[in-house]
């Protein structure tokens, strides 16, 4: 009887209407802050920092312990991939790669602690769409930087005024490379954010589907409640680390391009 009283407080409180992506907000010198999305950052950049003082306590030059092997053989993964694709002064990406990787991976597994409620108090910063936008931005201006630094000034503007076409359409290839440069951060934000937004939702939608259809049956409550779990399993364990692969391995390949001094990428 607790257990299927706890049910419907749950399924009471997560169901009430769909609003995913609600925040707490607050106004500071006329600009809006998302209080949830700032207090879940700071957690998941908490738990980054604890994670990098355990490794450096435990970190030997002799057999390493499990946290230690598993951090190692991250590395190495990520350093043949750039030196792969980057080569040999593209290791300044790598730090800047596995930090990405191991602060969203924290960040999405936030999704852990989600209900699908109007206001999650702790749910994962990446589901606010600034939070992607400002990973997005900043790596992209690292990018642009990085690319004046391997190509000089001008080699970076004859990158954007001679490809991909022929020099005398220098107009159309301002355009075309102006475009390709704008979409680079929007998707890099929008494909992140969309997916941890699409988990969120998903969970809300589980909630209601038992509010409206699986209520009156008599284990609507238990089915609900499964279903709300399966999903969650799903999301936290393969959607999250494959989002925070997928934002580090196009990190990679957005330096790859541009300390590429090659035309063809």
């Known amino acids: 009887m607790a257990a299927g009283g706890a049910l419907v407080f749950l399924r009471s409180f997560v169901a009430v209407a769909i609003t995913v992506g609600t925040h707490i907000e607050v106004k500071v010198v006329g600009l809006t802050m998302n209080l949830d999305t ?3 950052t700071g957690a998941a950049v908490l738990v980054v920092i604890v994670l990098g003082l355990v490794l450096r306590r435990q970190a030997t030059s002799g057999v390493p312990g499990k946290f230690q092997l598993v951090w190692e053989t991250g590395v190495n993964v990520v350093r043949r991939q750039v030196e792969g694709s980057i080569g040999p002064q593209g290791l300044s990406v790598i730090p800047l790669a596995i930090a990405l990787f191991v602060f969203i991976l924290v960040a999405n597994f936030f999704e ?3 209900l699908g409620s109007k206001y999650e108090l702790l749910g994962p910063p990446t589901a606010d769409v600034s939070m992607p936008a400002a990973l997005a931005i900043f790596v992209i201006v690292l990018v642009h930087i990085s ?4 190509r000089g000034i001008g080699g970076y ?4 005024m001679l490809q991909p076409f022929p020099k005398f ?3 159309f290839n ?6 390709e440069e704008i979409a680079k951060p929007v998707t890099l934000a929008l494909r992140l954010f969309g997916n941890l937004f699409s988990g969120a939702l998903m969970l809300t939608l589980i909630a209601a589907l038992g509010a409206w259809k699986l209520g009156p049956v008599p284990i609507g ?3 609900t409640f499964v279903f709300a779990v ?3 399993l799903f999301d936290v364990f393969l959607i999250g680390p494959i989002q925070a692969f997928i934002f580090a391995l196009l990190t990679i390949l957005y330096f790859d391009t541009a300390m590429s001094t090659a035309d063809q990428h």
């Open 38 to 40: 700032l207090w879940s």
């Open 112 to 114: 852990i602690f989600g």
């Open 147 to 150: 690319s004046i630094r391997a």
């Open 157 to 160: 503007l004859r990158h954007y």
């Open 169 to 171: 359409l220098f107009p």
């Open 174 to 179: 301002i355009f075309i490379n102006l475009v």
């Open 221 to 223: 409550d238990v089915l």
């Open 230 to 232: 399966v999903w969650k």
